[in-house]
């Protein structure tokens, strides 16, 4: 029997990323948001145990809903704390030919990437991803946190536009949200992760 799903720390202090992100949005983000994604996982796999063991019947199709739901929620916040960072950095080496390569200069992923993650429609996420088959680079722009992926890709970043992500501080402003973004994004750990899926 494997594990079940747990909240990770923030890489960093609850204020490291102010002014861009205040204290009390990542606090209630990582705190209560993430975690209630963690339980919500785990909850629906121990629903699913128990109906296994003939405990408790469960509507399979609103299960699994809830499930991809939650651990994808899950899986993206995880990935999202570890793609931003005080430490200032630039898109640089593989990752930032590969980038100019697909969208033609490091400004125009940029706009690309912002006209992406303003545009979800209700709440979602915009992520880069790497697609293996074509060697690629590729936006993808998720509903929730689990609709319109595709599968094999690889994620290389993502970020969270759901309203309590920015609504606290930007209040609608989604896009001064996105602008401000920019200056956390941690491209060397984005880079690493180029390389990891681009490793033969
Ligand atoms: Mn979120």
């Given at each position: 029997m494997g594990s079940k799903y747990v909240l990770p720390e923030l890489p960093?202090?609850?204020?490291?990323?102010?002014?861009?992100?205040s204290e009390e949005i990542l606090k209630l983000h990582h705190d209560r948001h993430h975690s209630a994604y963690v339980k919500g996982a785990n909850s629906a796999l121990e629903d699913l145990e128990k109906a296994r063991k003939g405990k408790i019947e469960v509507d399979i199709k609103a299960v699994l809903k809830e499930l991809s739901f939650h651990i994808g929620g899950h899986i993206l916040h995880t990935l999202f704390w570890k793609c931003m960072t005080p430490e200032k950095s630039e898109p640089s080496g593989a990752l930032a030919e590969k980038i100019k390569e697909e969208f033609g200069s490091i400004e125009a992923f940029r706009n690309e990437f912002s006209k992406a993650a303003n545009s979800v429609e209700g709440s979602g996420w915009a992520a880069l991803m790497y697609c293996p088959l074509t060697e690629r680079l590729i936006i993808q722009q998720i509903e929730?946190?689990?609709?319109?992926l595709a599968p094999e890709l690889r994620m290389l970043v993502c970020l969270d536009v759901w309203e309590h992500a920015y609504y606290l501080q930007y209040k609608n402003d989604r896009a001064l949200f996105v602008k401000n973004w920019w200056n956390v994004v941690n491209w060397d750990f984005i880079e690493e992760r180029f390389k990891e899926v681009t490793r033969k």
């Open positions: 960093y202090e609850y204020n490291a990323l102010e002014p861009y992100l929730k946190h689990n609709v319109n």
